[in-house]
């Protein structure tokens, strides 16, 4: 296994990237900056549970591609060009001026949407792929015990959300075992909601009677140091981010 | 160390209490046990002495508590981390981190220790609790025994001078339960620490304390030692029924003392009756039966017949392969090879009601099956599904538990009490089979025997099959005619109670283990047995 980077490299280097993509408003270079992580992610893994996150934030990145696609296409400023298709304009009362629903939709008008989704899902991956390589376990660790409430509301969120796919699978196993013919939103939501409250409660309750925020400091079991390749992680972020905001 | 001065305790909106002017000093190095009936208040117990109750719950507290001179009303529960060690009913849920060693050093992070202090420590306390092995793994991936000695280590790590536990075996089998008890063991007799504990199961922790804490139900609390205490309460392990029922003159907590209370009793001459079950028709017919997830094998080409009429408990390390099987049977796991049939049919196939009328499945948490907003609600919605008449299954559940309020709502309702109500819904369908997952933890003596006599009736009086994933053992000896033991996704064991739970030391119950080598699982076969006898 590869020794593990610094909790925040990845982090700023996500964060970096995304300010590049932002800069240069590109879809190829946005698309590709996205494969680079894809790598990362790939090479880097290392089988925690975490790793599923970038498959799940490509996932959500394809649903806001199509979503922004298709509010494009229904509500938008008139772009003149290439006509591909018409469909009707919807009559709207009086007092919503400015705003149009269908009309023609333009290759231009397409495109444009399109392109904005993928800057907005390229941006979400990048984020993904951060926390896919890091736990947020381990990001807390070098958080500062000064942000003691963010510190447990991150470790709770991070523990429950991971716990709640499994506990939808239990109990609709449980619940198609008993033969229960159509398994509703509110059967699976409420053992879930109780669930994962009592859970939540016990977490809060197991960390403060641990002492967590009793000491204003805070010592480290096993320091994680910045190295050279932290140092140069970060660099080929920073090199990659000067080039498309200069450009 | 502890010191309870006139402790009374009220949640809000409740008008029960909770305990009711408790006054007592724990000792340095005691082990005491905090016992009572399912939901009567040992968890809140339990959680005053580092003050999560009432600093997280709320509550009304009258009295007093102090640790080692410190009042829990002055201090927020982090403050005394280092001299209150507390472990939950789930350890799973209290984990912080995901990795076994940053758990452990997880609080001493917190108290900003030395790092070579923490180096130190961790060492030591992963060679306590025999954990320099897994150190580095995730704690998911670990066993329910590891984790719950991961749980120990990450509070005996701060050296507290009281170790807390809520039913720190509940979820064990009996060998890695024999574990953890005997790390207590030792924690209190070589470091003098302080532990409080509590379970149900007293059996397999009445040998180990010095005194115990009995809350009744009216939040009356008892303490004394353990004879004094088991010698009028209602709830006692088998050792103690065994004692009542041959009228023996001293009651002994351990077997060891017990065994020579009652040599005579064993060396009666009985005559080895050998009853082979008639064999009924097939119900579950289970045929090399291979599961895998991934490289991981689940089961390894089983096979098993099951009959009308049996109740076969299946046992089994945590781990082993028993739920696989029990979703392979219910048909809700495809198998990747081998066929399993319930009444000559593939249960995969069964849906909606046709699967309710053939099987009646109680998973391992009851209240996955819940989610109407009262006890009556759910009861109706029963009756509609089937078919009964209004008031039919909840008939039934009265008589399984009395005094359940209809308008109480399912999460208020107690362990025992809400197991009842999912057992009432799921025979309302009048199911042909019925498989429980773990149906006992959390369940005290009563509720357990209440809830054996409605299995044991519905498998006579139906001639019904009943199969039951379980770790303990004193139910199984109660309760089943057959006992399927896997081991590693294979059958290592399969035969009657009375063999299986025999052959091994570690399964066996505790009257098995007094009586031996007499062939008595339970404190009615030595009764039956000594009549038959004079």
Known sequence: MTKPLHPLTMWVWSLVLSI??????????????????????????????????????????????????????????????????????????????????????????????????VIIASMIALFGAAS????????????????????????????????????VKRIRRAQQMRGMEKVSLRSIALPLLEETLTRSLQLAQSMDSRGYGVSRRRSRYRPAPWLARDFYFVLTAVAAATVMVAS | MITFSNVSLIYPHSTKTVLEDLTCQIQEGEMVLVMGQTGSGKSSLLRLINGLVPHHTGGILAGDITVDGISTREVKPGSLAHLVGIVGQNPINGFVTDIVEEEIAFGMEALNF????????????????????????????????????????????????????????????????????????RLVHDL??????????????????????????????????????????????????????????????????????????????????????????????????????????ALHRISTVIGQGEIVALMGRNGAGKSSLLEAIVGVLKPNAGTVRVYGGNPAELAGSQRRQTIGYVPQEPADLLYGQSVKEECTQADTQAGLSPGT??????????????????????????????????????????????????????????????????????????????????????????VIFLAEGEIVADGSTLDVLLSSPAFAPQVAKIMSPQPWLTVDHVVAALRENS
């Open chain 2, 114 to 185: 030395a790092p070579d202090v923490m180096r130190k420590r961790v060492e030591e306390v992963l060679d306590l609790l025999s954990l320099n092995s897994v150190r580095n793994r995730t704690i998911s991936s670990l066993s329910g025994g590891e984790q719950q000695r991961v749980a120990i280590a990450s509070a005996l790590v701060m050296h507290p001078k009281v170790l807390v536990l809520d039913e720190p075996t509940s979820a064990l089998d009996p060998i890695a339960a024999e574990e953890v008890l005997s790390v207590l063991h």
């Open chain 2, 393 to 482: 299954t909840f008939s039934f559940l009265n008589r399984l538990v009395p005094a359940i309020s209809e308008h109480a709502h399912p999460h208020d309702l107690s362990e025992g009490q809400r197991l009842a109500l999912v057992l009432s819904i799921v025979l309302s369908g009048n199911p042909k089979l019925l498989i429980l997952d773990e149906p006992t933890r959390g369940l005290d003596y009563q509720a357990k025997a209440l809830f054996t006599l409605a299995l044991k009736e519905y498998a006579t009086k139906l001639n019904n099959p009943v199969l039951l994933a379980t770790h303990d053992v004193e139910l199984v000896a109660e309760l089943a005619d057959r």
């Open chain 1, 132 to 167: 896919a390589l890091t736990s947020p376990h381990k990001l807390l660790r070098v958080l500062p015990v000064f942000i003691y409430e963010i510190g447990i509301t991150l470790v709770i969120a991070t523990s429950v959300f991971p716990q709640l796919a499994h506990s």
């Open chain 2, 192 to 297: 003098s620490v302080t532990v409080i504990i509590a379970e149900h199961r007293l059996e397999r922790v009445i040998q180990f304390v010095d005194r115990i804490i009995y809350i009744e139900s009216d939040g009356e609390t008892s303490i004394g030692s353990a004879e004094e205490i088991l010698e009028k309460s209602t709830l006692v392990p088998p050792i103690i029924r065994l004692a009542r029922a041959l009228n023996l003159s001293e009651f002994g907590t351990s077997v060891r003392e017990v065994r020579r209370l009652t040599s005579d009793v064993r060396n009666i001459e009985i005559n080895a009756e050998t009853h082979s079950r008639a064999s009924t028709s097939p119900v579950i017919e289970v045929n090399s039966l291979h599961i895998q997830y991934g490289s991981d094998i």
């Open chain 1, 20 to 117: 590049g993509i932002v800069a240069l408003d590109n879809t190829w270079v946005a698309l590709a900056t996205v494969g680079v992580a894809a790598l990362v992610v790939y090479l880097r893994r290392d089988g925690s549970p975490w790793n599923a996150t970038f498959w799940w934030s490509l996932r959500i990145g394809v649903f806001i591609i199509a979503l922004r696609a298709l509010i494009g296409v229904l509500i938008g400023v008139p772009i003149p060009g290439t006509e591909l298709f018409r469909i009707p304009i919807l009559e709207l009362p009086s007092w919503m001026p400015g705003i149009r629903i269908g009309g023609a939709v333009t290759l231009e008008r397409l495109s444009s949407s399109v392109h904005e989704g």
